[in-house]
T-cell receptor, first 114, second 111 residues
Framework: KTQVEQSPQSLVVRQGENCVLQ??????????LRWFKQDTGKGLVSLTV?????DKTSNGRYSATLDKDAKHSTLHITATLLDDTATYIC?????????????FGAGTQLIVIP | EAAVTQSPRSKVAVTGGKVTLSCHQT?????MYWYRQDTGHGLRLIHY???????EKGDIPDGYKASRPSQENFSLILELASLSQTAVYFC??????????FGSGTRLLVI
């Protein structure tokens, strides 16, 4: 059973628009949640990590929130650029140390058009 | 710059043949992992290792072996490649916390 669900599956926006990606999960315990960006044919690059209840993070045009009660996270991308075209993957870690497991969502494919 | 390097970048293998995927990290991380990515699915853990000369089974180990000859190197071995093993394979390393670094992936096509 998939423990990390991402929505939408795919999204097309025009350059300059904002967008919001969703991540719902059922992983327990939920030690931390990380958003990755994966360019086509490339590896995963970490955008941000959220650890605490109601955490909010900001990394340039990327900002994220975490609601551990609702087991829900959002990734906001403001003023999108063509280079934002990629797959965004939500990952939940069930423990703080590497002894825990990472649970991966299938990703949201974002396409930014001119 | 600390990194995780995978080789080869891509490979075509024949069914029943042996395939070895290599991974090298310069992060000084103790933990290394092999994942596979299939279209429409999240990454799934194949094997991992906490220390050199020791490997552990992940969630989908069948058909795969792993080898960790040193802290820096971690290999994934397909003794008898099958069509179902066509996928993109990612290696990663981590510290004790939440810091994970992924390689760029190896695209494997089994024909």
């Amino acid at each position: 059973k998939t423990q990390v669900e991402q929505s939408p599956q795919s999204l097309v926006v025009r350059q300059g628009e904002n967008c919001v990606l969703q991540c719902n999960y059922s992983v327990t315990p939920d030690n931390h949640l990380r958003w990755f960006k994966q360019d086509t044919g490339k590896g995963l690059v970490s955008l941000t990590v959220l650890v605490h209840e109601n955490d909010k993070t900001s990394n340039g045009r990327y900002s994220a929130t975490l609601d551990k009660d609702a087991k829900h996270s959002t990734l906001h991308i403001t003023a999108t650029l063509l280079d934002d075209t990629a797959t965004y993957i939500c990952v939940v870690g069930d423990r703080g140390s590497a002894l825990g497991r990472l649970h991966f969502g299938a990703g949201t494919q974002l396409i930014v058009i001119p | 710059e600390a990194a995780v390097t995978q080789s080869p970048r891509s490979k075509v293998a024949v069914t029943g043949g042996k395939v070895t995927l290599s991974c090298h990290q310069t992060n000084n991380h103790d933990y290394m992992y092999w994942y596979r990515q299939d279209t429409g699915h999240g990454l799934r853990l194949i094997h991992y290792s906490y220390v050199a000369d020791s490997t552990e089974k992940g969630d989908i180990p069948d058909g795969y072996k792993a080898s960790r000859p040193s802290q820096e190197n971690f290999s994934l071995i397909l003794e008898l490649a099958s069509l179902s093993q066509t996928a993109v394979y990612f290696c990663a390393s981590s510290d004790m916390g939440t810091d994970y670094t992924f390689g760029s992936g190896t695209r494997l096509l089994v024909i």
